[in-house]
T-cell receptor
Framework: SQTIHQWPATLVQPVGSPLSLECTVE??????LYWYRQAAGRGLQLLFY??????ISSEVPQNLSASRPQDRQFILSSKKLLLSDSGFYLC?????????????FGPGTRLTVT | ENQVEHSPHFLGPQQGDVASMSCTYS??????LQWYRQNTGMGPKHLLS???AGYEKQKGRLNATLLKNGSSLYITAVQPEDSATYFC????????????FGQGTTLQVKP
């Protein structure tokens, strides 16, 4: 079964600093990959998804970007963080062969922008 | 606009009770509906998927039904370890697999 790794687990960054969050996947090939953000006590907001290497689709206009340099690597970046970028960032994958379409989530990164 | 709404937002049953929660959805396209559970500070975990109205699924103490434009989830004989936030998510995509999540129902079981 799939295993999702995310790092770092916790991050505190000042406003205006850059950001790089990394996600790697084990146990599957050619998965769909997703980045979500979750505000405290709220649901999951889809930020980006990717159906293949170098293929990125953005769901929400913002100062974040994503890249997929390898099949099982997904990176979330920002050149200059805003206070509103604080939140819990989750990476997820979906096995294309799965009939149920379920997504597997990583442990998340808690980002606080100060 | 595609959206999913949960009811209630919070449940606080006694240990051993039945917990009942539901979600309604408004989407332009429907493939399936999924329920997830999220413990505090962790990523969500998939519980089950359902595909058409009238579909029912039982998994342990979980019982779920898919209705037209909604779903109900029941947890029988709730235990403190069932405490978590439960999310309903609708897959209305093609090959992208994008899910539309609701804001969730937080379950806190009183021992």
């Amino acid at each position: 079964s799939q295993t999702i790794h995310q790092w770092p687990a916790t991050l505190v960054q000042p406003v205006g600093s850059p950001l790089s969050l990394e996600c790697t996947v084990e146990g599957t090939s050619n998965p769909n990959l997703y980045w979500y953000r979750q505000a405290a006590g709220r649901g999951l907001q889809l930020l980006f998804y990717s159906v293949g290497i170098g293929q990125i689709s953005s769901e929400v206009p913002q100062n974040l970007s994503a890249s997929r340099p390898q099949d099982r690597q997904f990176i979330l970046s920002s050149k200059k963080l805003l206070l509103s970028d604080s939140g819990f960032y989750l990476c997820a994958c979906r096995d294309r062969e799965s009939g149920g379409g379920e997504q597997y989530f990583g442990p998340g990164t808690r980002l606080t922008v100060t | 606009e595609n959206q999913v709404e949960h009811s209630p937002h919070f449940l606080g049953p006694q240990q051993g009770d039945v917990a009942s929660m539901s979600c309604t959805y408004s989407v332009s396209r429907f493939n399936n509906l999924q329920w997830y559970r999220q413990n505090t500070g962790m990523g969500p975990k998939h519980l089950l998927s359902m595909y058409s109205a009238g579909y029912e699924k039982q998994k342990g103490r979980l019982n779920a039904t898919l209705l037209k434009n909604g779903s109900s989830l029941y947890i029988t004989a709730v235990q403190p370890e069932d405490s978590a936030t439960y999310f309903c998510a609708v897959d209305g995509s093609g090959n992208t697999g994008k899910l539309i999540f609701g804001q969730g129902t937080t379950l806190q079981v009183k021992p």
